[in-house]
Structures are given as C-alpha cells and as structure tokens.
C-alpha cells in the first residue's frame, strides 16, 4: 500500500451564528464544495472543513435577549445550520463548532505557549468606542465636521487594559513572502490590494482580547482570568485545532504534543473567504502562523460578494435572497449551478429572481436536461434502448472541451469550467438540428448515419455527466442512471471510457423540469 501522504485541504470562513443564512454563506460554501468534490474526483484525497464562529458580544446579547444561556442558544443554531450545510449537499469532512471543546482547548495550549515565548503583551488603550460595531474607533473614523457617523451608534469614550499580539515587526516579512508567491492571494487584484495597504500603513499590533466583565462570551485565556479571546485568536485558529484532533503531525509537534497520527493535512491548499475578511486571512494569520512555528497555507482565494437587485443584502431593508426556499422551489442542483456559473471568483454579483429564472430554463432545462432527454428519447424509441454501433462523430470536441474543463477546475476557475461544459451543450443541441435524426429515422437505408448520431449523442452525455457532476452531484447521477450505468462514475483523472454496443440506458425523465415563466 502506498504510504499515507498529505490531504488536499481547504477552508471556508466560519459563519456567525447569529441569524438566518443567506445567499452569501451559501455561495461560499458552494464554491468549497465543488472545488472538494472536484480534488476527489481528480484522485487526491482531501479534507473540507466548515462551520460555525460562536462567540462573541452579538450572541451574548440576543441569548440574554431570548431568556436563553448563550450555549443553548448556540447549540440551537448550529443544529439548523448544520442542516443547511446538508441542504447545500457540501460533502465536507467536518464540522467545526469554536465552542466545541476540542477547538476551545487548543486555542488555550496556542495562547500559553505564545504567551510563554513573548508575543503577547499587556497594554492599556484609551478611546473611542462603538459599542454597536464592538470597535475601538481612531482619528480616521470621523466625518470632516469631528463627529462619528452615526451608522456606529453610541459612542462612548473607554479606557481598557488588553492583551496584545505583536504584529508590528512581521510587516516587512508578511509584504515579502506575498511578493515572492504571486499564487499566495487570489485573485491578483485583491494581492495588489493587500500588497497596497501593508506598503501604505504601518500594522498595528493586534488586539486579542476583551475584559471579561464586558465579554464573558469567549474563550478565557489561560493566563489572565480577567480576559476572554476576541474574535480572531479563536476563529482563525479553527482552522488548525481541527487537524490537530485528528493527529496532524506537524501541528501535533509546533504544539510540542505527541499523538500524531497519519492525518496529515497541514498547510492548507486553500482557504476559500469572501473579501471582507481578506486582511485578517492573508496578513494577520500567516503571522500567527509563522508564530506558532507553522507553514503558511498555501493559496487565499477571496471571493466577491453577491447584492440582489443591485442593492446590499439586508435583513432589515427585507432585501434578502433564501437559498432554502430557492432550493425548495428549483433544486440544490440548480441553485448550485446558478451561483457558480453566474459569479466567477473575484468579482461581485448580482442575484436577480428573474436571472436565476432565465439561466435556469435556457441553460438547464432547455440546454442540459433537453440534450439528455432527446438523445435518450431517441435511442429509446430508435434501438429499443440499446446503445447501437456506431462511430462518435464530436469526439474530438468533447474531448477537448474534457481537457480545457479539467484545467479549469485544477486552477479553481468553476466558472470557466461551466462554460466550457455548456459550450458543448449547445454544440451537441445543434449536431441534433443539423443532423436531422428525426428525418433519417424514416430511411431505413440510412441506419448507419443514425447509429452514429445515436452514439455520438450518448457519448457526449456521458462526458458531461461526469464533468459536471462536481458542480451538480444529484442532477448527474440521475443522468447517469438514465444512461444506465451502474455505478456512478465521478472520475475525473480520465476521460470516461465509452459505453459498450448493447448497452441497455434507464428509464428516462426530465432532469431540469420546465417552469411556467411566472
Ligand atoms: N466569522 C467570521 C469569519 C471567521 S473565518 C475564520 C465572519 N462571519 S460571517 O458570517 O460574517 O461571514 C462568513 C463568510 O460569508 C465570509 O467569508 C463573508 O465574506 C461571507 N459573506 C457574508 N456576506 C456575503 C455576501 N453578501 N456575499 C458573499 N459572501 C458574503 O466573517
């Protein structure tokens, strides 16, 4: 047996549990999904990790607000959470909660030993605050007439010990090792962007905790009683204390604790994030990271983020988008596919009920779901539902479109990939209207010509069923079963072998059904 090697591993941002997912999350972890699923598929074997950031000062107070204690109210949401995940169908490895007892022990032996070797220190800062943002606010924070803008509610002025994470010195270190690998940040944009900020200002050292009396939500910190970890110190640090419970050696040994198994999946491959939070994955963790005596992960990709109807999502405005009751009305699989296929990774997006609608009918259920079901309708009705003999007139273009599609999903380009697959789509939609099947079915002279439509037609449904099942795992497996295979073919490491002469398809039924235009 080959010797255990290193997991491909990758990351989402762990979602506060406060309030209703939205279509943000969902993307998000959409996009960790298909790039996990695709990794498998391309033969490596992989850890995904999602979950949920429980702490802090917004969910004290809603628990205290709904008579209940901040773990059960926690405990609640994850549980509906978690079934959100499942309604996305991630195929993650894990589930990490930061008030899992094995998350907040490690983020404790982290702090002592940092602690012990000198990083952290105890200061005490006066000045403004918002209590709403949970924020100290500086000199740049106010509007020219000298006032905060009132989106920061009530400001008060506060005077507070903290302790103090020694960020200052790494700066000059961080910007190096961002321009030395050009692949660190994705996309190149937003690497300028951070490359911009750390040439402009100077890093301030970070602040890592909050008084007790004040916060008593967190993590407490092992050498102080007064203090809890904030926000960073713990959620970051998600991403490392689940390995260690499983045994990741290198981190079992940064931490200078034995119990290493052969679960190896430090670095991570690639931390998925939205923009927002760019900053705190790509010049704040490496240091932690550097720190801790660990390697850094390797690639930060920072998605956009997704309005509707050209506005920001807001619960309070009632400008929200449900992906629940998206996926209750169209399918996991179309909601799936419509986000990736509308929004490469970068940029923003717009989501529109009436986009969503459009991409669904002409792409899906006119596109996808119409090749499948009239190439099957007709080997059905033509050969008695047997695969004839037959020679694959688009062979070369589906294998080509197999090859750019599989260099796309390698570079996490989903979108391209998409695009590739419904490139073909269309080329085969129009073979059949070129091809006339139809009419030739009437010649028995000219079997032979519909043998090979009939194969070609098949072969390329094969293909795509296959490829595209990282995006839409449900919607091509039926495809598969429709053509008849037994076992679901989810390999992606080769180009899938052709379906036998005689061989028999399964029973036909809309894929994508058509929707009334509303
Ligand atoms: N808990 C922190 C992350 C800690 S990661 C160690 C957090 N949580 S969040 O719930 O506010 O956001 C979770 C993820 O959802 C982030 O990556 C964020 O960018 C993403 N999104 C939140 N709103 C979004 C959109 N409107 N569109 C796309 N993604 C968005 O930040």
């Not at 740049?140 to 010195?169: H, M, T």
């Not at 479109?401 to 599989?406: C, E, F, K, S």
């Not at 495809?479 to 899938?496: A, D, M, W």
Request: some cysteine; proline content about 5%; charged content about 20%.
């Amino acid at each position: 047996m080959a010797a255990m090697s290193k997991r491909f591993y990758v990351t989402t941002a762990i979602d506060y549990v406060n309030g209703a997912p939205h279509v943000g999350h969902a993307y998000e972890k959409v996009v960790a999904d298909v790039i996990a699923r695709a990794r498998r598929a391309l033969g490596e074997e992989v850890f995904f990790l999602t979950g949920l950031d429980e702490h802090g000062q917004k969910v004290q107070q809603v628990a205290v607000a709904e008579g209940k204690s901040p773990q059960v109210y926690c405990d609640e949401l994850a549980a509906s959470w978690r079934q959100f995940a499942a309604k996305l169908g991630l195929s993650n490895d894990d589930f990490v909660r930061t008030t899992d007892p094995r998350h907040k022990e490690f983020v404790q032996a982290i702090l002592s030993k940092l602690h012990a070797e000198g990083q952290f220190y105890k200061s005490t800062y006066s000045g403004f605050y918002s209590t709403n943002a949970e924020t100290f606010l500086t000199e740049k924070d106010r509007l020219p007439d000298g006032n905060f803008d009132p989106s920061w509610g009530k400001v008060i002025e506060l005077q507070e010990d903290n302790y103090y994470f020694k960020l200052r010195a790494h700066q000059e270190w961080i910007i190096q090792h961002i321009e030395a690998n050009p692949g660190f940040i994705a996309p190149d944009y937003r690497r300028n962007e951070m490359l911009g900020f750390l040439k402009s200002e100077v890093l301030e050292d970070l602040c890592i905790t909050r008084p007790a009396d004040r916060l008593n939500w967190g993590i407490p910190i092992p050498f102080d009683a007064g203090f809890v970890t904030y926000v960073w110190f713990d959620a970051l640090v998600n991403y490392i204390s689940i390995p260690f419970a499983h045994g990741d050696p290198l981190i079992r040994q940064a931490v200078g604790s034995g119990g290493a198994t052969s679960f190896e999946v430090w670095p991570a491959d690639l931390h998925v994030i939205g923009k927002d939070i760019l900053k705190f994955h790509a010049v704040y963790w490496p240091i932690m990271l550097k720190a801790m005596g660990l390697p850094l992960p390797r690639q930060i990709l920072a998605h956009g983020w997704w309005q509707k109807d050209g506005q920001r999502l807001s619960k309070s405005t009632g400008n929200v988008v449900d992906p629940i009751a998206v996926i209750d009305e169209w399918g996991v699989d179309a909601f799936r596919f419509y986000v990736v296929r509308e929004l490469d990774i970068g940029p923003d997006g717009n989501w529109t009920d009436a986009g969503f609608r459009g991409r669904y009918q002409s792409e899906l259920a006119n596109g996808l779901g119409n090749l499948v079901n009239r190439s099957l309708t007709m080997i059905q009705r033509y050969r008695a539902g047997r695969i004839p003999n037959g020679v694959n007139q688009l062979a070369r273009e589906t294998t080509e479109t197999w090859d750019r599609a599989i260099a796309a999903y390698r570079a996490n380009a989903l979108q391209g990939a998409l695009q590739e697959c419904g490139a073909m789509v269309t080329r085969a939609n129009q073979y059949i209207d070129q091809t006339s099947p139809f009419k030739i079915a009437k010649d028995p002279s000219r079997a032979g010509d519909l043998d090979n439509i009939l194969v070609t037609l098949a072969e390329v449904c094969r293909a795509l069923g296959v490829l595209l099942w990282p995006v839409m795992p449900g919607a091509m497996e039926k495809l598969q079963r429709q053509l008849g295979l037994e076992s679901i073919n989810t390999n992606l490491s080769q180009f899938p072998p052709p379906l036998a002469a005689g061989h028999a398809i399964g029973e036909i039924f809309a894929l994508f059904p058509r929707k009334d235009q509303k």
